[in-house]
């Protein structure tokens, strides 16, 4: 999961890879990435297990909820898209996330983004 989490920042990141997102576009798209990697490899049991919400991870102010609960409702939808809402919830929930909050990531903030905390 995280893998494709970092591989998906690592698409971004190209250059020829056209994205003029923003840094909580970038996380929204690798957590529903990575999400999506969960849904399709684990048993039907882990996923059960997954939807029950008491694992840290899968806790609502957590990302990863946000864009599990995304990553089942396309998954096995040929062409599925996440929908505006969606992705503004997802962003919402990124940016108020402890984790992107003590960097001050907000909805504008570039993909490019290296605090010198980070160094
Ligand atoms: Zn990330």
Not at 96 to 113: I, M, Q
Request: glycine share 6%; hydrophobic share 45%.
């Amino acid at each position: 999961m995280n893998v494709v989490h970092e591989c998906t920042h690592a698409l971004i990141a190209n250059r020829r890879f056209r994205w003029d997102g923003t840094y909580a576009n970038s996380e929204a798209a690798a957590y529903v990435a990575g999400a999506l990697y969960v849904a399709y490899s684990v048993s039907a049991l882990a996923r059960e297990m997954l939807s029950d919400g008491s694992l840290d991870f899968l806790r609502t102010q957590e990302p990863f909820a946000t864009a599990w609960r995304i990553a089942l409702s396309i998954k096995d939808i040929k062409g599925a898209s996440v929908s505006a809402a969606d992705t503004i919830g997802l962003r919402a929930v990124v940016v108020a996330s402890p984790t992107y909050a003590k960097y001050k990531v907000n909805f504008g903030t570039p993909v490019g983004l290296r605090p010198k905390s980070w160094d």
